[in-house]
Structures are given as C-alpha cells and as structure tokens.
C-alpha cells in the first residue's frame, strides 16, 4: 500500500506549483540535447514523421518526470 501511496504522491508533484518550474528548465535544457541527438538529422532532412514527433515529445517529458522525482525524493527525505 505504500507503492500507491508513493506513486499517488508522485502523481500530485508533477504539476506541483514550486517544482514545475525548476523541471521545466530541466526540460528543455536536457530535452532540446537529447532531440538534437535523436531527432536532429531527421528534422535538417526533413523526415520528421509523427512517430518520431511523437518520440521527440516523450524526450522531453521524460527529464521532467526524472527531475519532479528527484525533487520528490528530497523533500521526502527531509521530512
């Protein structure tokens, strides 16, 4: 029962108002690396298709998640 518990916290922090902001720059600093490594010839050839639009917004979202939970298990820590 803690895991849900746990994940249900987690759930909440992603759209919490004092970490958004610090895995927003997250974000896009280590997304935008991430999509010109993955999906930068792609798009200077003009390839890019859905699924790779689709996998170049999962770049991005995946930093968030990592950092909100880095921030989560701080925070968790401190208490």
């Known amino acids: 029962?803690?895991?849900?518990?746990?994940f249900k916290e987690f759930?909440?922090?992603?759209f919490n108002q004092d970490?958004?902001?610090?895995?927003?720059?997250?974000?896009?600093?280590?997304?935008s690396i991430?999509?010109?490594i993955?999906?930068?010839?792609?798009?200077?050839?003009g390839q890019m298709n859905r699924d790779r639009w689709i996998s170049a917004g999962i770049t991005y979202l995946i930093p968030y998640?990592?950092?909100i939970h880095g921030q989560y298990v701080s925070?968790?820590?401190k208490r």
């Open 1 to 6: 029962m803690k895991c849900i518990k746990t």
């Open 11 to 14: 759930c909440l922090c992603l």
């Open 19 to 31: 970490m958004m902001p610090t895995a927003l720059k997250v974000s896009v600093v280590v997304g």
């Open 34 to 36: 991430l999509f010109i």
């Open 38 to 45: 993955n999906h930068g010839s792609a798009l200077v050839k």
């Open 65 to 67: 998640m990592v950092n």
């Open 75 to 77: 925070r968790s820590r």
